[in-house]
């Protein structure tokens, strides 16, 4: 199934201050599609954490993938890929320590509908285990592919996998459009994806998601509105577009590097994104609230573990390739009786199914690699995060996590307001503050008691780098 890779953001990059306060570039004088206010349950929480699952394995390989993912054919041993995923959780729990809460659980891949339920059900028993109290309705979303999910028979595999404890499907549907279907190496039908969605929402009613790719090959505006128009009429509550990049290693790429595959370029893949706000936003009976970048949903139905990533709270990675994020509790300090601060790490589980596996087997994780995140990585990252959401970063939010990494530093870490607008002399002279200051007074930006939020996300690529230089400016001379 495809998911986002490294958050980036589908849309041009346009000029917002060069040497003038006035928008230029691409997209100035067109009128930006401004997101509305609807607020989002999920906030920085230092005791929750979310779990994703990684299912390597794909029926067949679709020619612009680079996830992590292999054929998945009669040498697989299911049981054993089982059995690692449940010692992994385990482990994984086992070291982050009691007394966290889980909020959500994902199964991506790969194609983790090809797994068996089974493997949810004993997923979630670990996870019960570990939490008695899990909640019942908790959100468990399982990536489907449309062609497994069509029929009595895709029917029956969908109610297999809700009563092993899925509460929530993402349809990977990509495109209703025969001719991009073929392109893009899918192997169902628009007939089949159309079958599978109402299957889907007859099995998790109002908890559905449906993946739209865009910026393919060949691909027109016109096709796009086709399939908009049809995602608006048939998608249940939450919809992820994805802009198609062009990945090193897969077929598309090497065909395109000879010049054998035309792709729409930057600004027409940013019409592309600005007539999918514009259509879902504006779309009625039911208008669409774009709370993120790239995903829209009905009220109260936005993706509660997508979620949990923005806010910048714990996940962890569980099988091949997986990526975690994991805050540990002080250590007490040798030799006296102080503590030593929280540490966050990224994780990096092993890449290859069977490394991953031996390592599973012989110490209980596949953890290839743990880093500890600098305050500035940290920061940076929570920033890149919560700004690509409608809510932006709250100021609860920046504080709190700002209270977890002051006494890495030993320069003060910057208020929300002072980031985007110190008006001292010495720093309007700098280049970040003159950009950051323009965005606030032609209001890309918003900054006030509750936080900051990106408001022109067409300019987010751009408002971001120029934060985190500015926050890496503040905080350099304070480093540890
Ligand atoms: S189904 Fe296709 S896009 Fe999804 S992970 Fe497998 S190869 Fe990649």
């Avoid at 990675?317 to 929280?342: D, E, F, K």
């Amino acid at each position: 199934m495809l998911r986002t890779t490294a958050w980036q953001t589908p849309i041009r990059r346009a000029a917002l201050w060069a040497g003038s306060t006035t928008p230029t570039g691409a997209d100035s004088g067109r009128k930006q599609p401004q997101l509305q206010l609807a607020p989002t349950a999920v906030e920085y929480d230092p005791a929750a954490v979310s779990v994703y699952m990684h299912w390597p394995y794909c029926s067949r390989i679709c020619p612009y993938c680079a996830f992590n993912r292999t054929l998945m054919d009669k040498s697989v041993d299911v049981a054993r890929m089982q059995r690692a995923m449940v010692t992994e959780l385990g482990a994984q729990l086992a070291h982050i320590g009691p007394g966290r809460k889980i909020s959500s659980v994902y199964f991506g891949g790969g194609t983790p509908s090809l797994a068996p339920p089974g493997l949810v059900k004993d997923l979630l028993h670990t996870l019960r285990a570990y939490q008695p109290d899990l909640p019942s309705g908790m959100e468990v979303t399982l990536e489907f592919n449309p062609i497994q999910c069509h029929g009595s028979g895709g029917l029956e595999l969908l109610q297999s996998f809700a009563a092993a404890g899925v509460t929530r499907a993402s349809l990977g549907v990509q495109t209703f459009n025969p001719v991009h279907l073929k392109t893009l190496g899918r192997d169902h039908t628009p007939e089949q994806a159309l079958d599978a969605l109402q299957n889907a929402r007859a099995v998790f009613p109002g908890r559905v998601s449906l993946d739209l790719m865009f910026a393919t090959p060949t691909q027109t505006i016109r096709d796009w509105e086709e399939d908009l128009q049809l995602a608006v009429a048939h998608a249940d509550a939450h919809i992820s577009l994805y802009h198609l990049t062009l990945e090193k290693g897969t077929s598309f790429f090497t065909r395109h590097s000879r010049g054998a595959l035309a792709l729409p370029n930057d600004d027409q893949a940013g019409d592309m994104l600005e007539l999918a706000s514009r259509t879902l936003s504006s779309h009625q009976p039911r208008p669409w609230h774009r709370y993120e970048v790239a995903n829209f949903a009905q009220p109260s139905h936005e993706s509660q573990h997508n979620l949990g990533y923005w806010a910048g709270n714990d996940y962890l990675a569980i099988g091949p390739g997986a990526h975690g994020r994991v805050t540990l509790p002080p250590l007490p300090a040798a030799g006296t009786n102080a503590t030593s601060t929280w540490r966050r790490f990224a994780t990096v589980q092993q890449r290859s199914t069977p490394h991953w596996l031996q390592s599973v087997e012989t110490r209980g994780r596949g953890t290839h690699r743990e880093e500890q995140q600098t305050p500035v990585d940290r920061l940076q990252e929570v920033l890149t995060m919560a700004l690509r959401t409608r809510r932006g970063i709250t100021t609860r939010a920046w504080d709190a996590h700002c209270s977890q990494l002051s006494s890495h530093l030993s320069a003060p870490i910057p208020t929300l307001a002072a980031l985007v607008c110190d008006e001292s002399e010495k720093s309007l002279q700098h280049s970040t503050t003159q950009f950051l200051r323009a965005a606030l007074d032609n209001g890309a930006i918003e900054l006030d008691l509750d936080g900051l939020r990106v408001v022109q996300l067409h300019l987010l690529d751009e408002i971001m780098s120029w934060l985190l230089l500015r926050l890496e400016q503040l905080l350099s001379s304070g480093r540890r």
